[in-house]
């Protein structure tokens, strides 16, 4: 069974960075484009950042670009998200995702507050 | 960006009767290479989503076959035929043909 586990969220500051990180397992991760999508609490979904098979192509909604920077790691079946210059508006659950979503990890907290 | 508007935002529904949500989307979903990338999603309380229909109409592996999606162009149709007590969530639509992917504002299904 296709398994996605999210971690590095936590509290930071205004201004702070975190990475967070998507183990993948049971499914050929280089085989596929992958997501990263964000919960605010009480809120509907926000797509953020996708990325291609091999890293060539990346894609941001525009409320990260220039901060955020999506990667990946074939060889370790992980996926990445750098996380810097974090608003308050950042603060979300952040889930990654196998390309549009047919599967989706259980996502990791990221609150951004002083 | 393309603007995905889903109507109801709520939905009361009773058990056993069908359900529908709509969603429109700013500009037409057909990809150049031909297929239409609209999905649904379906989050139940205090779950991670899950996709129930993906490319419009076709219903994912294990998904109920009381649940059915149709469209095409910018008018997009999620069915229940007959609302179970699982059913109860929040189902959004998403469309992946245009950059930034884009969601809908979500529709609450819950039981009257």
């Known amino acids: 069974e296709v398994q996605l586990v999210e971690s590095g969220g936590g509290l930071v500051q205004p201004g702070g960075s975190l990475r967070l990180s998507c183990a993948a397992s049971e499914f050929t991760f280089e085989n596929y484009w992958m997501s990263w999508v964000r919960q605010a609490p009480g809120k509907g979904l926000e797509w953020v950042a996708t990325i291609k098979e091999d890293g060539s192509e990346k894609y941001y909604v525009d409320s990260v670009k220039g901060r955020f920077t999506i990667s990946r790691d074939n060889a370790k079946n992980s996926l990445f998200l750098q996380m810097n210059s974090l608003g308050a508006e950042d603060s979300a659950v952040y889930h990654c995702?196998?390309?549009?979503?047919?599967?989706w990890g259980q996502g990791t907290p990221v609150t951004v507050s002083s | 960006d393309v603007v995905m508007t889903q109507s109801p935002l709520s939905l009361p529904v009773t058990l056993g009767q069908p359900a529908s949500i709509s969603c429109r989307s700013s500009q037409r979903l057909v990809h150049p290479d031909g297929n239409t990338y609209l999905s649904w999603f379906q989050q139940r309380p205090g779950q991670s989503p899950r996709r129930l229909i993906y490319k419009a109409s076709n219903r994912d592996s294990g998904v109920p076959d009381r649940f059915s999606g149709s469209g095409s162009g910018t008018d997009f149709t999620l069915k229940i035929s007959r609302v179970e007590a699982e059913d109860v969530g929040i189902y959004y639509c998403m469309q992946h043909t245009h950059w930034p992917w884009t969601f809908g504002q979500g529709t609450k299904v819950e039981i009257k």
């Open positions: 995702a196998r390309g549009a979503g047919p599967y």
